[in-house]
């Protein structure tokens, strides 16, 4: 076989190799970016649910230490001390705090409901409050306005009926909060599945259960 020939089977088969290596470089990048939006997509998602469990926390504590307010009767209302909008606002309070990235309008609805031993809702015993920013309650003090931005739906359990004596009840303080894909991935989801507008959200419920502090 003669030296060209040689020559031209030789850069034939370097043609076809970096041929190869194109084709397999065009199927593997598109992977990796996938697995890398993957990723931190978690990452920010995590950190919302990292918040609202912190929030979920502050509330339960609240109403936990606030028990009934030291109220007997529902005779000057369900809720006579705002125990509950106390408890609104310290859940709000972590929502919106410096580093959060929660969007507040994505929380749909704060619960608070008495709960079984397991942790579960009792029965229908719930308030729900559902985010209607500015509507709420009035909790600035010294003449200056703060109104929460969730206001009461329905009540359930009404705070004057909470039990702090012997064999206290418990308190649980739920958020609800749809996370949004805030990468390219939502883009992409958004692209595969166009019927669906809800296939680049994901449902997000953090719960914290407390007993009511019992009375001296």
């Known amino acids: 076989m003669s030296l060209v020939r040689r020559s031209q089977l030789r850069l034939s ?99 608070i409901y008495k709960a079984t031993s397991t942790g579960d809702q009792s029965g229908s015993s719930v308030d729900v409050w559902s985010y209607a920013p500015g509507a709420g309650p009035n909790m600035g003090t010294s003449g200056s306005p703060d109104y929460l931005d969730f206001s009461q739906t329905s009540v359930g359990w009404p705070v004057c009926s909470r039990n702090n004596a012997s064999n206290p009840d418990s308190v649980g303080v739920q958020v609800v909060y749809t996370y949004h894909l805030q990468t390219a991935l939502g883009g992409i989801v958004k692209f595969m599945f166009p019927s669906n507008q809800q296939s680049a959200t994901i449902a997000m419920t953090d719960q914290t259960v407390m007993s009511l502090n019992p009375t001296k």
Do not use: W
């Not at 970096?18 to 990048?29: A, K, N, Y």
């Not at 030291?70 to 369900?78: E, L, M, R």
């Not at 125990?83 to 309008?105: E, F, H, R």
């Open 13 to 111: 088969d370097r043609e076809r190799e970096r041929g190869q290596g194109l084709v397999e470089f065009t199927l593997i990048v598109p992977l990796f970016l996938m697995f890398l939006l993957i990723a931190l997509e978690f990452g920010l998602a995590f950190n919302h649910k990292l918040t609202i469990g912190l929030a979920s926390r502050e509330g339960a504590r609240v109403a936990s230490a606030l028990a009934n307010g030291g109220a007997i009767n529902c005779a000057s209302g369900n809720d006579p001390l705002s125990i509950d909008a106390q408890t609104v606002a310290a859940v709000q309070s972590i929502l919106k705090s410096p580093g959060s990235d929660v969007v507040m309008a994505n929380v749909s609805q704060i619960r």
